[in-house]
């Protein structure tokens, strides 16, 4: 069986959380990352834009070799799969459903709390996703989470003032229609890097629910759409192109990845 390329993309660095959780999951793969840097954040942007520029970084990395794409992307999945999946000939997995099945599986009294970007809690993409498996899915949009946590401001007290805020609105906006969630689900790229914090801020709410994170359980479900490699130990390699500074997005990278990121191309895309 050839090793296989896949091709991962996001808006910005955040998508490396996904790449991270891929690496180990299929040796000998090489992995070809887009941060489109240019045009983030497109959490705030239209349906629109967000497809027009999805499609465009998802043809680069068809025409690079990809044959399998990952959308690491909560607001591309959300906004923009089906226009992906139009666009090009190769198999597309998003976030979205991997993570809604991490949820589900979660999430003991069938109700969880989704935070993520305004693009995405208004498309609903997650709250219908979750329907369809019988999960009630709350959307809470948290727009001030992408800049801190590309500020690096991990364990600091702004950090969790602002998730504080966020999540005691987001339980009681739930409270009020007697819900209570048992599943946190992380819809946003960014948030992993938080998720300890997440949950200690939970816990300090009186919230008993499990964190989720949709970076994990999305490298599970491309691993197994994958054919297992015939030789284990070949090395896994990783390319990364950036639309924008190619040395902001090493060093930022490496917090997402927690890893050196030794080589970044700059690409134009036209942003
Ligand atoms: N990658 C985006 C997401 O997962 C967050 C950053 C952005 O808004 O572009 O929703």
Known sequence: VPHPTIGVFD???GGLTVLRALLPKHPGAHYIYLGDTARLPYGAKSQATIARYAVESARFLATQGADHLVIACNTATALALPEIRAAIPIPVTGVIAPGANAAHAAATNATALVLA???TVQSHAYRETC????LRAYEKACPLLVPIVEEGWIDHP???DVLRIYLREALDEMAAENLTPSAVLLGCTHYPLIAEVVAETLRELHSTATV???AEATARAVAASLTPSS???TPTTFTCYATDSIEKFARLGSHFLRQPIPEVHLLDLGG
Do not use: M
């Open 11 to 13: 808006s910005g660095f």
């Open 117 to 119: 970007t305004s693009a």
């Open 131 to 134: 329907a369809a498996l019988g």
């Open 158 to 160: 702004v950090t969790r």
């Open 212 to 214: 989720v994170d949709s």
């Open 231 to 233: 030789q284990p130990d």
